[in-house]
């Protein structure tokens, strides 16, 4: 800036003459309407509106002015600075309403379009009817436990009251996983679980106190081929109930009333005598085949599919939780007495749905999941 000069003729400063002023001020529209985009725009305004800018840099040549100069020189500056601020919005007007209209027409939807080309995803039918079957219990007061599925053999085994030498502890039946330590697998303790009981022993020991009503729904390994009726992989869903006076009723009404809410009215269990370590007595447990209700036996007119004309179809084992499974778990015997039983979800599935194959269960193709629905 010049400093005070009274006797300033305005014409002699470079940056107030006309034709200097016009300059600037055409060279402003020039950049503007070059300016192709907002964001050329945006440079264009710095460039010639900014605080650095030509036209400002003269508009604060003015207060040096004497002051019969000042309006003459001010008038003709604050006259181009307007044309340039017209100028400016009437280009960012223009440029705006060009970028709404290509925003409208690249950002389109075509609500027309098919919206199901790629199916939705949903759960697989293991998943959903181990969770249906779970939530029979849940409404009945039980509460959800799960387990590791990499599992202490102490859980899965000892706790169970298997005897040391007890052929499902051998590697044929059991997967053992590598300890740590380097000691040989099958001395590593540490198994991949063969069953869900061991989360018998995890509820009672977590919970110390009974009364303890748990379900217990999750993946189970053994050492089987891949064929049509095993899997090395496969679901089961183990009960526990432990409290004062439990009994053998309990354990038939509390099963009669799973196979009623899963299979419908009427379907009735029976127990057979059978041997499991750690309920006492044991049992397994049939349900009265819910296609037929038994009128298949003996009746070669009308042969049943679900239960091979047996009238019967067996669901897994059961029993009164052995009184030394409770004491390895810190429950007294004398005060408590238990039910248990445990059950495959694969098998069930496949005599509720009419599966042939198990491989089916786990090979993933989609039309074999789509008839079950897409719950998600
Ligand atoms: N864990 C047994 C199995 O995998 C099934 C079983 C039997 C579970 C009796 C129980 C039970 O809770 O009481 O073969």
């Not at 940056?15 to 300059?23: G, S, V, W, Y």
């Not at 049992?283 to 298949?296: I, K, L, N, T, W």
Request: overall charge negative.
């Amino acid at each position: 800036m010049s400093a005070p000069n009274k006797s300033y003729d305005p014409v002699e400063v470079e940056a107030l003459k006309p034709e200097e002023i016009e300059r600037m001020r055409d060279e402003a529209l020039a950049a503007f309407e070059a300016a192709a985009d907002l964001d050329a725009l945006t440079h264009a305004k710095t460039a010639h509106t900014g605080p650095t800018s030509p036209l400002s840099l003269a508009n604060r040549e003015i207060g040096a002015l004497p002051p019969q100069a000042k309006a003459e020189a001010g008038k003709r500056v604050g006259m181009a600075r307007g044309a340039v601020n017209k100028a400016l919005a009437a280009r960012l007007a223009v440029l705006e309403a060009e970028r709404d209209e290509r925003v409208l027409v690249e950002e389109a939807v075509d609500v027309t379009l098919p919206y199901d080309r790629v199916p939705a995803g949903a759960r697989h039918p293991l998943t959903t009817f181990m969770e249906r079957v779970a939530d029979v219990f849940v409404a009945m007061g039980y509460e959800v436990a799960e387990g590791p599925e990499v599992e202490a053999e102490w859980f899965n085994f000892d706790a169970l009251n298997f005897v040391p030498d007890h052929p499902a502890r051998q590697m044929q039946d059991t997967f053992f996983v590598q300890g740590a330590d380097g000691k040989k697998t099958d001395e590593s303790g540490v198994v991949l679980r063969t069953h869900t009981s061991p989360v018998q022993a995890r509820a009672l020991l977590e919970r110390r106190e009974p009364p303890v009503y748990v379900v217990c729904p999750g993946r189970v390994y053994r050492t089987d081929e891949l064929d049509a009726t095993h899997t090395p992989v496969f679901h089961q869903i183990e009960l526990l109930a432990v409290d004062e006076g439990l009994t053998m009723a309990d354990l038939k009404g509390t099963l009669d009333h799973m196979v009623q809410a899963l299979f419908g009215e009427g379907v009735k269990t029976r127990l057979r005598p059978h041997y499991f370590p750690f309920t006492e007595p044991s049992a397994e447990m049939d349900m009265v085949c819910y296609v037929c209700r038994g009128e298949s036996v003996g009746n070669p007119d009308r042969p049943c599919r679900t239960c091979g004309s047996e009238g019967w179809i067996e669901l897994g084992g059961c029993g009164m939780v052995n009184p030394k499974v409770l004491t390895a778990c810190g429950v007294d015997p004398e005060k408590y007495s238990g039910f248990a039983f445990g059950f495959g979800i694969e098998r069930m599935l496949m005599f509720r749905h009419n599966v042939e194959d198990m491989r089916d269960m786990v090979e993933g193709d989609v039309r074999f999941t789509r008839p079950f629905g897409m719950e998600i």
